[in-house]
């Protein structure tokens, strides 16, 4: 019935961009009282016409948990943890070996900026632009597959975005739980005798890790992404500010607080300003990752043993842990 085909397709492009504006661009439109009717809605006329049910379908987001725990997955490539700086010099230091290596001036250099997110790092691969596989960090190496708990939360899209659909995209990011529904979550344990988290990384980390999609799915988890680790086809001479708003474009939410710099000057800089305002933000972070821009120049300047050359982590002091 092509009226049923209609209004079933429209609702799912209207829920679709909901998640869209409300996760990605922060400029919600539905209400959450009208997004709920919408699904409500999209549900009865899916399990009227149970042929018309696809798996990108807003509705399918909360699925069955897996017979036997998280299988084992293999990471097509390392997810690599950042060497660290902790001052002006070691961030100079870090500039100064990339100029040397791309035989220029560190202060030429371009250079990205971004809050280093406390949470858990994750992998999404997307075929013909649909999600096929969601994975935990692990050692970098080999990670747990959390396919069904990645596809409960709103900001991860089951389906990218636009018409510049790519054949494969591997994105990497941190999945985070803000102070406000940490500080929920944790009430609510109090009250249900519970687990209390000790720190939102844990709690966010802990409710990937529930085998029940449908608890996972209570959680307030978001995805930041702030990588594309593989990309087909690639986007040749870019750079990593581009592949970032290609992200955005393509359904993600990156970081509103990517800054492009020359020179580590700058750099430095940005990390002094962005640690007096760490308390502002409301998620935790622990640094500020530093990357060299240009994806040529990442690619020239590779990894050491365990680290990539083009980037490095300044870090802040530990902050005292949050008195659950
Ligand atoms: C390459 C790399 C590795 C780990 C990262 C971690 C974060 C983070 N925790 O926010 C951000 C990044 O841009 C990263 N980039």
């Not at 935990?136 to 510049?164: A, F, W, Y």
Request: hydrophobic share 40%.
């Amino acid at each position: 019935d092509p009226q049923l085909l209609e209004e079933v397709t429209q609702l799912r492009a209207e829920l679709d961009e909901a998640n869209y504006r409300y996760y990605v661009l922060d400029e919600p439109t539905l209400t959450d009282a009208d997004y709920d009717r919408r699904l409500q809605r999209l549900k009865q006329l899916e399990a009227e016409n149970p042929s018309l049910i696809s798996p990108d379908s807003p509705t399918q987001r909360v699925g069955a948990a897996p017979a036997d725990g998280f299988p084992s997955v293999a990471h097509a490539i390392p997810m690599l943890s950042l060497d660290n700086a902790f001052n002006a010099e070691d961030i100079i230091a870090f500039a100064q070996r990339v100029a040397e290596r791309l035989e220029c001036e560190a202060d030429e250099v371009e250079f990205t900026c971004e809050p280093k997110l406390d949470g858990a790092a994750v992998s999404l691969v997307y075929e013909q632009g649909v999600l096929v596989s969601g994975a935990t960090r692990g050692d970098g190496r080999t990670g747990e597959g959390i396919t069904s708990n990645l596809r409960t939360l709103r900001s991860v899209p089951l389906k990218l975005m636009g018409k510049q659909i790519p054949e494969l995209l591997e994105v990497r990011g941190e999945v985070i739980m803000r102070h406000k529904g940490f500080e929920a979550l944790n009430e609510r344990a109090r009250e249900e005798g519970s687990k209390v988290f000790a720190n939102p990384r844990n709690a966010a980390a802990g409710s990937l890790r529930q085998l029940n999609p449908q608890i996972t799915a209570t959680r307030p988890l978001e995805f930041h992404a702030y990588q594309a680790a593989r990309l087909e086809p690639d986007m040749g001479d870019a750079t990593h500010s581009e592949l970032m708003a290609r992200l955005i474009t393509l359904g993600f939410r990156s970081s509103a607080e990517l800054k492009v710099l020359t020179g580590p000057q700058a750099v430095v800089e940005y990390c002094e300003q962005l640690g007096a305002k760490r308390d502002q933000l409301g998620y935790d972070i622990d640094g500020v990752v530093i990357k060299v821009n240009a994806l040529r120049y990442q690619r020239e300047l590779g990894f050491v043993a365990r680290a990539p050359r083009w980037a490095t982590a300044f870090k802040y002091p530990a902050q005292e842990e949050v008195t659950t």
